[in-house]
């Protein structure tokens, strides 16, 4: 592990969550300044880092900055106060700031340059170039823009969140008189414009920029400096308060657009203090919300760069496998999907299995089956209007199914996609339903009931990610197909206590929250704590953050257990602490896809290990707040599939980060270069080229 040892007693035994969380996303930066990632990958993870930082603003900076304003003086378990964590938070984004300045400005756009990929300014441009750009703005932008300005007059303008802005000075050439206004530039315009002939993109800004004169006839443009606002997205909804969930929902969303609370303002660096001053003023910042930014601000627009027909620069494409059992022969009819689950568990392993042959099948089949009586199926993030299982819903309550959807609406972002989607499912005739409460449904589930000649059968899937064909092409997760009774009467008692009134608290097999998971996990932890030196855990996940279950391990730890814990993101534990948990090792799997399945093992090779798989992390939301299903893995074979997975992330040296007892993350030393996305991709690649037994 990197880093000395600490006492137990010398630190907090707790790493502070948001610290950890900027950490996560300095391992995401450290992406886009390896050289070895290809080079628009290396712009693509900067567009993410942004990303990532501007929804942490406005969730978590902002609920610090509301503790602050409320006085609250409770400390986080690591013992520091909000005041402390948002001092923390911005020595980290100073710091990432200044790496992201050095990546983007020292390195990548001159190794885009040399591509031929030229990200440049205006004054860069040739007569030519500039020509051709006045047209586009006489066409196509200036008949958007709406210059404001701020006088006696005209109130300070609303700014809206993530919007880029242009600050413009003009003064009045008769009476001398200075004025501010304020410029949006129009999110609906691509943020990058090509010069005629391809070879040069150029910031929208700053061809607005060039042409301010236009805005603002007769009068003397001083100057103009780029800035951009971050506001508060975490407004709370009062559900018990709320006759209807779909209407108070659309309610946030409206007040997100206008939440008057800013986080955070990013202005160009080279804007003059009067200026800045005059905005902080009017957004009601102190002096610490203020960042200075030297170059473009809004990397998260990147995307645009990273999508230009250049596969030379990024990744080698990547097409999902099919399971061996779903895969049809070359000239036969398609795999029935139903009659493959009948002859045993099936488990995919997303991007390297395909989603499309898998889950998207599942649902398709079971939408045209005149078998089928009913489908019920949990959607808490869905794609664009395209989304294939979203269709086949439709389809199958068009022909008189029972099709029932949870809806999320709550999904945070992703609000006013499932609002849609929600509308139409239910003109379609699909019972939709919103889930308790007081608590999100995150959990991946769909059931499918199926009348067959010796009765009623039923098929599940149990899964880590959404259902989402998007995502599932960079996000990697597992899926369990099984017709377990135990598993599937489980399933149905989860969607009565989901749909009805029922407050169903004991299943069979899966783990439930928040009734069930919980005291289950602690119940397994507490297994192997008791097994002493023959104790193992292994658990990989997106986040560790509860209290309760790190105090679990630690325990588990100093009873001799061995624990290993893949985690992607935030992690508050302490790892390698004599006396506290010498026996715990921390990795972090960052890379080209998202790591974001939950594997959970409890027990020794030759102690019968247990294996589960679900979409819980090891947080108190995931725990207390929020409808979780956990299933068991219990084929072997599948369990040596979920294991094989552990081993080639444990032994990952190429991606891997490890975490040391004082809380700092090191890249894992490179010894035999084992990556594990790319080893992945050998192990899907062998097992599709398998003949699959069709008896």
Request: hydrophobic content about 40%; some cysteine; charged content about 25%.
């Amino acid at each position: 592990m990197p880093g000395a040892a600490i006492e137990a007693d010398s630190q907090p035994q707790f790493i502070n969550r948001e610290v950890s969380w900027l950490d996560f996303n300095s391992r995401v930066l450290a992406l886009a300044e390896d050289p070895s990632t290809p080079l628009l990958e290396r712009v693509k993870f900067l567009a993410i880092h942004t990303s990532n930082l501007d929804e942490y603003f406005q969730i978590r900076v902002a609920g610090l900055k509301e503790q602050v304003a409320a006085g609250v003086a409770v400390t986080s378990p690591d013992g520091m106060t909000p005041t402390e964590q948002l001092e923390r938070i911005r020595e980290s984004a100073d710091e990432q700031a200044a790496r992201v300045v050095r990546v983007f400005r020292g390195e990548l756009v001159p190794a885009l340059r040399a591509e031929g990929v030229n990200l440049c300014s205006w004054s860069d441009l040739s007569p030519d170039d500039r020509a051709h750009l006045r047209k586009v703005f006489e066409d196509q932008i200036f008949p958007v823009l709406t210059p404001l300005s701020v006088d006696p007059a005209h109130p300070f303008p609303y700014i809206s969140n993530l919007s880029l802005n242009l600050a413009v000075v003009v003064r009045d050439p008769k009476s001398l008189d200075a004025r501010f206004a304020r410029v949006k530039v129009p999110a609906l315009l691509p943020r990058f414009l090509q010069t005629q002939d391809g070879s040069a993109f150029v910031p929208l800004e700053q061809v607005i920029a060039a042409h301010l004169a236009d805005l603002f006839p007769g009068m003397e443009v001083v100057s103009h400096h780029v800035f951009r606002i971050t506001r508060n997205a975490d407004l709370e909804l009062e559900e018990d308060e709320a006759e209807d969930l779909l209407e108070a929902v659309e309610t946030i969303l409206r007040l997100r657009r206008l939440s008057q609370m800013v986080v955070r303002l990013e202005a160009e660096r080279t804007m003059p203090e009067n200026l800045l001053s005059l905005l902080a003023r009017e957004l009601e910042l102190e002096p610490y919300d203020v960042y200075r930014v030297s170059g473009l601000l809004g990397l998260d627009q990147l995307w645009s760069i990273h999508a230009i027909d250049r596969p030379d620069l990024k990744d080698e494409p990547w097409a999902p496998t099919t399971q061996v059992r779903l895969a049809a022969p070359p000239s036969g009819p398609a795999v029935d999907v139903f009659r493959a689950m009948r002859r045993g568990d099936l488990l995919v392993h997303h991007p390297y299995d395909s989603f499309k042959t898998s889950v998207e099948a599942f649902v398709e089949r079971a939408a045209r089956d005149p078998a089928v009586r009913a489908i019920k199926q949990t959607l808490y993030r869905t794609s664009g209007r395209d989304s294939p299982i979203v269709h086949s819903l439709i389809r199958a309550a068009e022909a008189g199914k029972q099709v029932v959807a949870l809806v999320e609406l709550k999904a945070r972002f992703d609000e006013q996609t499932n609002i849609n989607w929600a509308r139409v499912l239910e003109e379609a005739g699909v019972h939709v339903v919103y889930g308790l409460v007081g608590l999100k449904t995150h959990a991946k589930i769909a059931l499918v009931v199926r009348e067959e000649d010796d009765g009623i059968r039923l098929y599940c899937h149990v899964g880590t990610g959404n259902y989402n064909p998007t995502t599932a092409k960079t996000y990697e997760d597992l899926g369990l197909f099984t017709t377990d009774r135990d598993v599937c009467e489980d399933a149905v008692d989860l969607f009565n206590s989901l749909t009805g009134y029922s407050r169903h608290v004991d299943y069979r097999k899966l783990l439930v929250a928040p009734t069930l998971l919980r005291s289950r996990l602690l119940e397994l932890i507490q297994r192997e704590t008791e097994a002493g030196a023959d104790g193992r855990i292994v658990i990989k996940l997106n986040s560790l953050v509860d209290g309760e279950m790190i105090r679990a391990l630690y325990g588990a730890s100093q009873a001799g257990a061995s624990v290993d814990l893949i985690v992607r993101g935030i992690c508050c534990l302490r790892p390698g602490v004599p006396g506290l948990s010498q026996n715990i090792r921390v990795r972090s799997i960052v890379g080209r896809f998202l790591e974001h399945s939950r594997i959970f093992r409890f027990g020794a090779d030759g102690r019968d290990p247990v294996y589960y798989l679900g979409s819980a992390d090891l947080m108190p939301r995931n725990l207390d707040r929020r409808v979780e299903a956990v299933a068991p893995v219990e084929d072997p074979v599948l369990q040596q599939r979920l294991q094989e997975i552990l081993d080639v992330e444990l032994a990952d040296d190429s991606l891997a980060w490890a975490l040391g007892p004082a809380g700092e993350w090191a890249k894992v030393p490179t010894h035999r270069g084992v990556n594990s996305h790319r080893r992945l991709q050998e192990l899907a690649l062998r097992r599709a080229a398998m003949e699959p037994d069709r008896s």
